[in-house]
């Protein structure tokens, strides 16, 4: 097991499994996840001529939602402490986090703290922690958010989620299983059959979906060599569907709340955990 720094095509750092599995992240860019090689095979799509260029908004790898998923209204966060500008998706995404290796050498921890930049969009204190661990042809992932503080003693509201950008061999013959079946499709604001938008895949989709039963089914992708498989335990509660033409990849993404919802709240001194595991197997 190895965390090695390389500079090609751009600095970054390499995780190496026992297994030779690898994940490759960009800490200094929003904590990013640029690659996952599972058996071989990158798992991850990722457009480095854009993230080369840091003015444009990253294509690939797997962004961090945090402190909202998808955008508020007007970009405005209104608490009890006033409005505060939030771009979508929040502002984790864009800010430097600290790397470090996980003990036992089985994947590699990312972590946030609050600052006076971020105070000033969202009045709390914060500490935020990604792991990232390589599992037998699986990623899981748990992410833990610690409210450390607030002025006053308010809850800290939050959402957190996944952007992960799936590689598939092309839109025309993804395909993705074991969704419920209705779902919300935020491009029109309307609820639609779930299946009528999967058909519109290769034309640009943007939905969620609210598993139902327990347990939940297990949404799979199925990319044209394998079948990904997002496995997700609560606090999470929904599933967002987006492709990009003609991006040869499908985002299959946890949230905790719906788009420009917070949902979640933490006193001072609680933590929450929030954990999914991204499973390879054969298509």
Known sequence: MTLTRLDAPFPHWQFTAASGDQLRVVPERGGLVVGWCCG???????????????????????PLLFPVCGNLPDNVLTLPQGRFAMAQH???????????????????????RDSEATRAMYPFGFRLSLDYTLEPGALAICARVEHTQSAGGRAMPFAFGLHPYL?????EQAQLLDLPERCFDHLSAAEASTAEQLQRLPLGVDLRVDPVGQPAPVPRLLTGDAAIALHMQPPFSHVVVWSDPPRSMVCLEPWSA?????????ESGEQAELRCRYAVMPG
Do not use: M, N, T
């Open 40 to 62: 071989g095979v990158e798992r991850l799509y990722f457009d480095a001529e854009r993230f080369a260029d840091p003015a444009k908004s990253v294509r690939g790898g797997i």
């Open 90 to 112: 929040g502002f984790a995404r864009d800010l430097p986090w600290e790397l470090a290796a996980l003990d036992g050498g089985a994947g590699i921890r990312l972590c946030l």
């Open 167 to 171: 590689q598939v061999h092309s839109l």
């Open 258 to 266: 719906r788009r420009g919802e917070l949902g979640l709240q933490l």
